[in-house]
């Protein structure tokens, strides 16, 4: 499940692609969508940029979402790299889309799904 984006660092390609392989194997059964949002999205990021992530799930309860979180931690500890993580349930971020907030518009707009 290697993540090659080709503006991005090894590092952070690394990253990217320990995040999906640690939530694969925790929402295996799960739908569930990854997508990467903000400067890195857009290609309009600085040195002092880090990595937005918006992990989407259907069916999201707190114990998953702690799962998530810990997954996330686990490899920032791993690779010494912070990840600035959104993590929503379908219901919640359909709920902000329709207010239009605007988190949900970038997400939508410049996401790239990983």
Do not use: C
């Not at 890195?40 to 069916?59: N, P």
């Not at 998953?64 to 600035?84: C, F, T």
């Amino acid at each position: 499940m290697d993540i090659a984006l080709p503006y991005l660092s090894v590092e952070e390609n690394a990253v990217l692609s320990a995040i999906k392989v640690a939530l694969a194997k925790l929402l295996h059964d799960q739908s569930y969508r990854l997508i990467l949002f903000g400067s890195k999205a857009r290609g309009d990021f600085d040195k002092t940029s880090d990595l937005d992530l918006a992990i989407i799930v259907d069916d999201l309860d707190r114990s998953m979402k702690n799962g998530i979180m810990m997954a996330v931690a686990d490899v920032e500890l791993e690779h010494l790299y912070y990840v600035s993580t959104l993590i929503l349930s379908t219901a919640e971020f359909n709920h902000l889309r329709a207010r239009e907030r605007r988190i949900a518009r970038e997400i939508e707009s410049e996401g790239i799904e990983i």
